[in-house]
């Protein structure tokens, strides 16, 4: 969040895990959600622990009243929801496509070319950042082969974003330095990438609250895309207040 106030000019902020069915649900125009697999930790436990970020928790089934609030936020509030994935073979994907399939049925989820929009948010990327550790000591923590990063689409709009290559865990590594002993050497390679990884959710972000109806930054341009003129009509930042709904 700070290199993104700072990059970007956006005053943004983590806020407590929301429930769905909370009021501030639908202020938020980005919820970030991870639905693990437990069979998936059981079967391959990794030789580390560290919290992950999570503000809204991903679970086997959804209430009914649940279910018409996540749509009502992704279809018609025109929300954001990024996932966390280890990787992206049947088994990684399967809670994510648990949850999709109960709240999107109708919807497909399908790669994200890497020449998307998302891409080109507020960096200039080639595509998703690849995740820099498969296994550690022979212990598989990324699973399948680098891919595109998968999304539901909604009406030409990128509503849910699956990362396959897990950056928010590349920051929290970077962040939490979780391996010790014969591992730590592990712990310069989050390092290295977690710039990488900031610059893929910044523009993951900016994507996210330039379309939608949450947050009004649609004219929204980053100030090193700007000549020094103003450019009638656009912001050279981002407004500091959210609307009230």
Avoid: C
Wanted: charged share 20%; proline share 7%.
């Amino acid at each position: 969040m700070k290199a993104l106030n700072q990059k970007t000019g956006i005053q943004t902020a983590f806020v407590d895990a929301v429930a769905i069915t909370d009021a501030a649900f639908f202020e938020a125009p980005i919820i970030f959600m991870e639905p693990i697999p437990r069979a998936l930790i059981k079967l391959n436990p990794p030789p580390f622990q560290y919290s992950r970020i999570r503000r809204v928790r991903g679970t086997q089934t959804y209430s009914q009243r649940e279910i018409q609030r996540l749509r009502a936020y992704l279809i018609h509030r025109g929300g954001f929801i990024y996932m966390a994935a280890h990787g992206n073979t049947p088994q990684t994907l399967l809670s994510a496509h648990r949850v999709l399939r109960q709240i999107l049925p109708e919807h497909q989820l399908t790669p994200i070319p890497n020449d998307h929009e998302i891409y080109r948010a507020y960096y200039s990327l080639n595509g998703p950042l690849r995740f820099p550790i498969k296994e550690v000591s022979g212990m598989t923590i990324h699973f399948g082969s680098h891919t595109e990063l998968q999304g539901v689409f909604i009406n030409g709009r990128l509503a849910v974003l699956v990362d396959t290559e897990a950056m928010m865990h590349v920051i929290d590594g970077a962040v939490q330095k979780p391996f010790h002993g014969s591992y730590e050497k592990w712990n310069t390679r989050f390092e290295e990438y977690a710039p990488h990884a900031a610059r893929q959710l910044i523009n993951i972000v900016v994507y996210a609250i330039t379309h939608g109806n949450i947050s009004d930054y649609s004219k929204y341009i980053p100030s090193t895309a700007l000549k020094d003129a103003d450019r009638e009509g656009f912001w050279r930042k981002a407004p500091r207040a959210m609307p009230k709904l």
